[in-house]
């Protein structure tokens, strides 16, 4: 339970450092803003297979303004400090039932799709960074091992 926590802490703190660098940057690039909307919004529709209702209809990718990334940002925290904080060891083996848009209907573990959202995040922001640096922005530092310092 200890390393999942940690991972959305990660995650939390990350996505923030991202939302500050967007925020702060002269102009809008919109492929980077929706890149990040498209974390923030997979990440939205993950908590949402979790507690049970109807995902399907969900959009993953929208065009989103910072605005509402940065209610996005932190509301996802919320949702999933909530959601851990009321979590059992036995429970991340508990599997969720879900349909993604395509309808199909898939099974996964707590444990897996929570893994899944703390993974899907780093690899996006890591295609954010690489639109910054082509951008002469420099990079974030969203590394794990940075968060720990």
Not at 86 to 93: A, C, D, T
Not at 96 to 125: C, M, P, W
Not at 127 to 144: H, M
């Amino acid at each position: 339970m200890e390393t999942i926590r940690n991972m959305f802490e990660h995650l939390n703190w990350a996505n923030q450092r991202i939302l500050e660098t967007l925020q702060n940057m002269e102009g809008e690039n919109k492929q980077v803003t929706n890149l990040f909307s498209h974390i923030l919004l997979a990440e939205h529709v993950w908590f949402t297979r979790l507690k049970g209702p109807d995902s399907s209809k969900l959009s993953i990718w929208a065009e989103v303004s910072l605005r509402a990334c940065a209610e996005l940002v932190n509301q996802n925290n919320q949702n999933f400090k909530e959601f851990l904080s009321g979590l059992s060891k036995p429970s991340l083996e508990q599997i969720v039932s879900y349909r993604n848009s395509k309808g199909q209907e898939f099974n996964n573990s707590v444990r897996d799709i929570l893994t899944h959202v703390a993974l899907h995040g780093q690899y996006h922001r890591g295609q954010i960074n690489l639109l910054l640096r082509a951008n002469e922005i420099e990079p974030v530092s969203v590394d794990f091992i940075s968060f720990r310092r």
